[in-house]
């Protein structure tokens, strides 16, 4: 929300705000358990599309949904896609995956995280690190094996390294010990 935000320049954490959204996102997984399907997740590909369109407009993006789904069930349109050199989809996915890290840097930019200070430094390379290099961490199990790769390691990472690494605490209220009561 606050990636695509950046990029429309709307604040989507007002309108609709952030519980109608993960309300949102709890009805359509719900759905999709009960059709069958796997759980949703919210794909990042959507901010690069938008910034790469400019097409700002919520419209264009649910009608751009229903044309989707309505060519998943056509055989044909699959094979047509299937038909796309790998090459050239590796080179759409570097477009799409690079605009999303440029995105989210300038968040961090426009929020003024000084990346010169060792803290910030480590845990935005760890995270990056993570992310790009593929890391797994599992328990070593076997097939039962539970692991732990891409974004959801990476936000645990970058909450883990914010929580230990000593230094910033702007986020406390530094009030006198007489008003916190």
Partial sequence: MIAVGSVTGRDYLKKPGL?????????????????????????????????????????????????????????????????????????????????????????????????????NLVIVSVTLVFGIGGVLIGTGNGPNDFGLKGIALCAITAIILNLILPGHDSWKHNKPDDQLL
């Fill in 19 to 119: 519980h109608r959204t993960l309300f949102g996102d709890g009805i359509a997984t719900t759905a999709a358990g009960l059709f069958g399907g796997p759980p949703n997740t919210t794909y990042a590909e959507v901010t690069g599309a938008v910034m790469l369109t400019k097409n700002y407009n919520p419209q264009i993006m649910i009608w751009a949904s229903f044309f989707a789904i309505t060519l998943a069930f056509i055989g044909k349109f699959g094979a047509l896609l299937q038909s796309i050199p790998v090459p050239v989809m590796g080179g759409i996915l570097c477009l799409l995956f690079g605009s999303i890290a440029a995105v989210g840097m300038n968040t961090l930019i426009r929020h003024k995280i000084d990346l010169a200070e060792a803290r």
